[in-house]
C-alpha cells in the first residue's frame, strides 16, 4: 500500500470536538422542543429506491441526486453494443438502482405510506437526519447537510399550525437568536391573487416571480412576468397589491380587500385570521409573525400555509421553512392526508449562532477532571478515584502516560478541563489530593469530599 | 405521476418511535458512558473518496463498497469506443470517485492524519454513526447500520486497554446485560505461537484457521492448516498447546510456559499480565474477563491486545469488538502512531435486548400528558394549561381536532401517554380540570397545582 496525501469530498465536512460541541448544542435544543411538543423519532434509510425518489423535486432535483452505482458486475445484463452509443442519462437507470436521500419529507411520505396500518394519525414524528443534493459547493451550501424536520400528519386543524409557529419560538429562545422574523404566506391567498389578476393557470410562473421581490424589486418581477405573456392588465393591478408593501409590510386586511372576489382567497384570508388567533393564545409576543404575501418557497405541494424564518442582520438569512400539504402521500396511493410540516437548517444556524457567537462556552467543557500520576505507587490511588468520580456521575479521565507535569497541564488547557487532581507521595500519605483550578491556576489540598463538593458546583 | 406501490433497499430498515426509543436508550447508554470517560465526539462524512477506502478491507471488502456514480455527464470524457469492451470493474474507477463509508476507522484515521496539527495527543475520539456494506442481507446483518467506536491514539500506554475494558463494564451494566464474556488475546502471543511452531511466514493462514475453532472444532482446523501445507511436526505442537483449552479455557501461565522461547511471545505475554493487573484496580470483579488463545478477529491491522463482547446464552453472540494498533495511520502517511479501539454494534445489542426483553418500560413514554377540549370556549383553557406544562419541562400535547372522547383516549392509548386532561365547561368555572390516568382508569377534578404534582411524581 502506497502512502497517500488523504481529502475528503468537496462539499463534505469533518466535524471535530470543538465542532461537535456546538452543533450538539443546537440538536439538542430542537430534538427537547420536539420531544417537548409530542413529536415521535422516526430515522428511514440513508438510500431509497430511485423509483421512490425521483420525479418529486422536479427536473433540477432529479440532477442533483447522488445515486448509488449497483453492486457486482452491474454490466453483465447489458447489451455491449449499446454501450459505445448510450449517453449517461440512458445508461444511469441501467447500472443504478439507489440513490442517497435529497431530504426528509419524501422518505416520511412513503414510511407514512407504508405503515398506514401501524400508525396512529394524527401522526407527529420528528426526524433528524443528513440529506445530500449534488449541487455545486459554495458557502453555506454543502453535499452533505442536516436537517430537522417535524411534520404533523392525518389532520387540518389550524392547532398545528399555531404549534409549529410556537416550536420556532421556543427553539430560539433555547439557542439564544432574539432577533428573527417568522414570514408566513398562504398557498390559497396566492391562488386568490393569480385569480384576480385573471393568471389562474399560470400560478407557478407568477409565484415563482413575485418570490424574488426581495432581491430583484418589483419592477424586474414584473418585466419577468411581462415575459412570460402575463397582460398589460393583470400586471397593473398585481403592481398596485403589491406597490402596498412598505417596510410595515402588507397587512392581512388590505389583502382581505383586494380578495373579496376570490372564493379561494377569502378562504385563505380566513386560515390566516384563524392561525393569528390560534398563535395569541399560544403566545404572548406576535412580533416575530410577518405575514408576507411575496413568500411561495417554490414548493408546488404546498396547499395551506407557508411559513419562513429568517435571522435578522446576518449574513445567510433562512435557518428554515415549511407549510401546509394535502396530498405529500398521494403519489405513493395514499390520497387525501392533510399534514404540516417543518424544518430546521441546523448548518445554516450554526453558521448564524458563529456569527452572533451565541454558543455558550459552558457546552466546550466535556471533561471536567483529568487525574494525573508520578509513579506506579500512586498510579493505583488515581484510577480509584477516577474511577469514583465517574460513579458520581462526573466525566473525568487519566492521563495515560507517565510524563511531565507540564505536558499533562498543556493536555488539560487544550481539552477545556476546569480541574487537575495531582497525587504524589505526600498526598498519598495525607490522603489528600492536590486539586489544580486551570482558569485560576491556583492549587489547594483537599480531602476527598470537599474535592467533590468543589468539582460538583463548578457549573 | 404515476401511484406506486413504495418500498425500501434491501437489507434497510425505517426505525419508527417505537424502535427508535429503544436505539436511543442504548445510544445514549454509550454515548454517556464515552463521555464519562473523557472521550469527544467526532463526526465524519458518509462519503469518501474511494482512494481513501479501497485496499483497506482487503479484496472482499473493497467488493462490499457502495460506489457513488458521478454527478452530471459522467460518461462525456470516457471513449466510446472502449465502453463496448470494458468490464464493470474497469468502467468502476472512471465513473465513480466516491463510496460509503465501510467502517469508521478508516475515517478516524485520515481525520487523525489530516488535522494531526490541531488534535491534542492522546486523542480520545468517540464516533456514532451508520456505515454501509453492500453484503447478503440476512438475519443480524444489514447494508446499513451503526457503529459506536472509541478509540485513543498517540499512546501505547495500557491504561488504555484497562480503560475500554472498564467501558464495557459500565455500558452493560446501564443496559441490564450480566451474563457476557470479554474475550481478550494479544497479537503477540499469536505471533509467539506461529514462531514456536516455525510458522513465523504463514501467520495469516494461522490466525484465520485457528479463529475458527469454536465453531468447526479441533481436528477441521488442523485439517485445514495441514492442507496449506503447515507440517505435521508443527501440527502436533499446535494441537498440543491448543487441547489445553478445556471448559476452563486456557490460562495465560499454561501459555507462558510454552512461549519460553519466542521473544515476542513473552512480550505479549508480560503485556496481558499488566492488562489484568490494571484491570483489576479499575473493576471489583474480573470474572467477565476471558483469555482467548484463539481470538484473532481476523484484522491484520491489530498488534497488541484484541478484544470481543459476547452475550452469553443468545442466538447473536457478538456484540463488539477492538484492539491495539500500532500502524493504523501509516497508510495515509503518519507512521509510528499507536492507538486502541473498539467498537459496539448497534444493531447486534438491540437483537439481544429484545430477546432478553431488557428494554425499560419508562423508555416508551415520550408524551405525559396529552389535553382535550370539547369546543371553542375550552379550547384556550386547554392551550394556556398545555404552554404551561411544556415551560415546566413536561412532553404535552393536545389533540388538534374536535372529536369524541373515545378516540382521543384511543390515540393517548396507543401513544403509551399516562396522563390525559379533561377540560369541560364545569371544570372552566370552577378552575379545576378532569385528570385521567390511562393505567388506571381513574379520573379526578384537580386545580393547576395538584395536577403538575402528580404528573411531576410519575416517572
Known amino acids: 500500500m502506497s502512502s497517500l496525501k488523504p481529502s475528503i469530498p468537496k462539499g463534505t465536512r469533518d466535524f471535530g470536538p470543538e465542532q461537535m460541541a456546538k452543533r450538539n448544542f443546537i440538536f439538542n435544543s ?43 458486475d452491474y454490466l453483465s445484463k447489458i447489451d455491449r453494443n449499446l454501450l459505445s452509443e448510450t449517453f449517461s442519462q440512458n445508461l444511469t437507470p441501467l447500472i443504478s438502482e439507489k440513490g442517497l436521500r435529497y431530504d426528509l419529507t419524501v422518505p416520511f411520505a412513503r414510511f407514512v405510506v407504508m405503515h398506514q396500518n401501524e400508525i396512529t394519525l394524527p401522526f407527529k414524528r420528528y426526524q433528524i437526519q443528513p440529506v445530500w443534493r449534488a449541487d455545486r459547493p459554495q458557502k453555506g451550501r454543502y453535499r452533505e447537510f442536516y436537517q430537522c424536520d417535524a411534520d404533523i400528519v392525518g389532520t387540518d386543524s389550524l392547532i398545528c399550525e399555531a404549534e409549529i409557529i410556537a416550536i420556532i419560538h421556543e427553539v430560539f429562545k433555547k439557542l439564544g437568536i432574539e432577533d428573527y422574523t417568522i414570514n408566513i404566506n398562504h398557498r390559497k391567498i396566492l391562488s386568490g391573487l393569480a385569480e384576480i ?44 397589491v403589491l406597490n402596498k408593501k412598505g417596510n410595515e409590510g402588507l397587512k392581512i386586511e388590505q389583502v382581505a380587500a383586494r380578495l373579496a372576489d376570490s372564493e379561494t382567497g377569502k378562504a385563505g384570508v380566513e386560515d390566516m385570521n384563524e392561525i393569528m388567533a390560534l398563535a395569541g393564545t399560544y403566545l404572548d409576543d406576535l ?15 404546498y396547499t395551506g400555509a407557508i411559513l419562513e424564518v429568517k435571522v435578522n442582520n446576518v449574513k445567510i438569512g433562512s435557518v428554515g421553512g415549511g407549510g401546509r400539504y394535502d396530498n405529500l402521500t398521494g403519489v405513493f396511493g395514499l ?81 477545556n478541563i476546569p480541574f487537575v487532581v495531582v497525587i504524589g507521595e505526600e498526598e498519598l500519605k495525607n ?3 492536590g486539586l489544580k483550578n486551570m482558569s485560576t491556576g491556583e492549587q489547594k489540598a483537599v480531602d476527598k469530599s470537599t474535592l467533590l463538593s468543589i468539582v460538583n458546583e463548578h457549573n
Open 30 to 72: 430542537i430534538r427537547n422542543t420536539y420531544t417537548r411538543y409530542g413529536f415521535l423519532p422516526l430515522e428511514t434509510p440513508s438510500m431509497e429506491n430511485l423509483d421512490v425518489l425521483t420525479g418529486k423535486y422536479g427536473e433540477e432535483g432529479d440532477q442533483l441526486l447522488f445515486k448509488i452505482l449497483n453492486s457486482g
Open 335 to 415: 390520497p387525501g392526508l392533510s399534514g404540516i410540516g417543518f424544518s430546521f437548517g441546523v448548518d445554516r444556524l450554526y453558521d448564524v449562532m458563529d456569527e452572533l457567537t451565541l454558543f455558550p462556552e459552558s457546552q466546550q467543557v466535556t471533561t471536567k477532571v483529568l487525574l494525573t500520576y508520578f509513579d506506579h505507587s500512586t498510579r493505583a490511588t488515581a484510577i480509584k478515584l477516577l474511577q469514583e468520580l465517574r460513579q458520581q456521575g462526573i466525566n473525568a479521565e487519566i492521563y495515560p502516560d507517565l510524563v511531565k507535569m507540564k505536558k499533562q497541564l498543556n493536555y488539560a488547557n487544550k481539552k
Open 431 to 433: 490522603q489528600r489530593y
Open 197 to 240: 389578476i385573471d393568471s389562474k393557470d399560470r400560478e407557478n410562473d407568477l409565484f415563482v416571480a413575485i418570490d424574488k421581490l426581495d432581491k430583484i424589486g418589483l419592477d424586474k418581477v414584473l418585466s419577468e412576468l411581462e415575459s412570460k405573456g402575463f397582460s398589460t392588465e393583470s400586471l397593473s393591478v398585481l403592481k398596485d
Open 287 to 301: 412580533s416575530h409573525i410577518n405575514f408576507d404575501l411575496t413568500l411561495a418557497r417554490g414548493l408546488t405541494y
